[in-house]
Each structure stands twice: as C-alpha cells, then as structure tokens.
Nanobody, 126 residues
Framework: QVRLVESGGGLVQAGGSLRLSCAAS????????TGWFRQAPGKEREFVAA????????YYADSVKGRFTISRDNTKNTVYLQMNSLKPEDTAVYYC???????????????????WGQGTQVTVSS
C-alpha cells in the first residue's frame, strides 16, 4: 500500500504559477501510474493529468493542455504538477492518486485509482 501526501497549493493571481508535489511513502511510487484530479465546490471530481510509471506517457485534460505539466522523479518518490497561466476556473482542491495500471482513457477515470491523498487547495483570484 502506498500513502500519498500533496503539497504546494495556495492562493495565486490569475496568470500566475504553482507547482504541486505528491510525495509517496510505504511503497515506491514508480510502481504506479500517478494522476492529479481536482474538485471544485459543488462539482464532481475531475481528471487533470496522469503520468505512467516510467514517465513514458502523459495524459492531460483538454482544459489544462498547454498550461499544466506533469512529471515525476522516481528517485525522490515524488510526482509534480507544474501549473502555469492559472485561471480562476482552476480553483479547486487538487488530489494526487495512484493506480497499479491504466491505459489510455482508463487513466482519466477516478474509479481506476486505488490510492488517494488528502488534497491541497488551489485558489486563483481574478
């Protein structure tokens, strides 16, 4: 079992940047495809980005393509989400999640992820 802890959230103005980190303990994160999801008040949790175990493949929601970049450093057991050109609609709690395997569209679904962090708040002011 792997335990995930997110950090790096905060308050930023529109157009600004933040980098979220997802640190793992218990098992090596390189054993998992890792994703970021977000949930805004009153809305369902939605997919943001995911990265395969060896970082060969990345997936992005259309709403963040070209602005967000997911990466991982398996030597540090950490996955990152670099968020640039932030918009007020990016405001949400951001969650890190891990799954032993997913492929293509399956990586976009919350139900395919077995482990979740507690979330970190990102607020983008206009």
């Amino acid at each position: 079992q792997v335990r995930l802890v997110e950090s790096g959230g905060g308050l930023v103005q529109a157009g600004g940047s933040l980098r979220l980190s997802c640190a793992a303990s218990g098992r090596t994160l390189s054993s998992y495809t890792t994703g970021w999801f977000r949930q805004a008040p009153g809305k369902e949790r939605e997919f943001v980005a995911a990265i395969s175990r060896a970082a060969v493949t990345t997936y992005y929601a259309d709403s963040v393509k070209g602005r967000f970049t997911i990466s991982r450093d398996n030597t540090k057991n950490t996955v990152y989400l670099q968020m640039n050109s932030l918009k007020p609609e990016d405001t949400a709690v951001y969650y890190c999640a891990a799954t032993t395997f997913c492929y293509n569209s399956a990586c976009y679904a919350t139900l395919n992820y077995d482990y979740w962090g507690q979330g970190t708040q990102v607020t983008v002011s206009s």
